[in-house]
């Protein structure tokens, strides 16, 4: 039974792995175990080319398709980028937006992810905001700057009853791919943070119901002690997600836990 107002949702980001044939196989896998874990919403992020494999697959089952990124133009000169209403056409709900390894390999500033975020919601596509420090930034204190900058820019010009169509993933950098995870208590205490910010941008009601993912080296280990915490509504799940088991024990983890 889930006592929490927030339904947790676990994400599958595979990055760049998987061919459409091995991403079919993989959701396959996931497919079979699925109906257990209705108090958790899944959705996978397959690569681009498999994104149509992915989603034959899943077609009637409550596994949801999600995209890895986004351009915020509908259609025009822009060679290798996949406008919103295509994702939707290709059968996705949600959109990973402003992931660090976009910002930091392929330039993608606060204000792109604003332009993006935006333009996913006027299309029906479901952004999931990536915001999270640098390891030299929590070092220097500046973590709650870095963060407020960060959310802020990603809602500007977003109405009220729009942000609850979006979801948070709280991706401290120094956690993501390294094997290094940040401890319960200083994850939920960072997500208490940006949950409040919020509430000031917005109300407390829409902080209080806005879901807010960690993300960064979750494993079916640690998983359980992270959703524990009040202030964290599911995960964003890179190196975990590549295989079945791994990715549906965090999942059922999450179940457990009851939110
Ligand atoms: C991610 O890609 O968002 C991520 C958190 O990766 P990993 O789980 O591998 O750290």
């Given at each position: 039974m889930r006592v929490s107002q927030r339904k947790p949702i676990v994400a599958a980001n595979?990055?760049?792995?998987?061919t459409g044939k091995e991403a079919a196989q993989l959701a396959r896998s996931l497919k079979e175990g699925i109906?257990?874990?209705?108090e958790v919403e899944i959705v996978l992020f397959p690569p681009f080319t498999a994104l149509s494999r992915v989603s034959e697959v899943i077609v009637g089952t409550p596994l949801i398709l999600g995209a890895q990124n986004v351009h915020w133009?509908?259609?025009?000169?822009?060679?290798g980028e996949v406008s919103p209403p295509m994702l939707v056409d290709a059968g996705c709900r949600y959109a990973i937006v402003g992931h660090s390894e976009r910002r930091k390999?392929?330039?993608?500033t606060d204000e792109m992810v604003n332009l993006k975020a935006k333009s996913s919601l006027a299309y029906g596509l479901k952004p999931i905001l990536c915001v999270g420090e640098e390891l030299e930034e929590r070092e220097q204190n500046r973590t709650e700057q870095v963060l407020e900058r960060q959310v802020k820019a990603a809602y500007a010009g977003i109405a009220e009853e729009s942000v609850l169509k979006t979801v948070i993933a709280y991706e401290p950098v120094w956690a993501i791919g390294t094997g290094r995870t940040a401890s319960p208590d200083v994850a939920d205490e960072t997500q208490a943070f940006i949950r409040k910010l919020i509430g000031k941008i917005y109300n407390e009601a829409i902080s209080a119901l806005l879901r807010i993912q960690y993300g960064g080296s979750v494993k079916p280990d640690n998983a359980k002690d992270l959703f524990?915490?009040?202030?964290?509504?599911g995960a964003l799940v890179?190196?975990?997600?590549?295989?079945g088991d791994s990715f549906l024990a965090i999942v059922s983890a999450c179940q457990a836990v009851g939110k």
């Open positions: 595979w990055k760049m792995y998987k109906n257990l874990f209705q133009e509908k259609e025009g000169a822009f060679t390999f392929f330039g993608e524990r915490e009040p202030n964290i509504d890179g190196g975990a997600s590549l295989k």
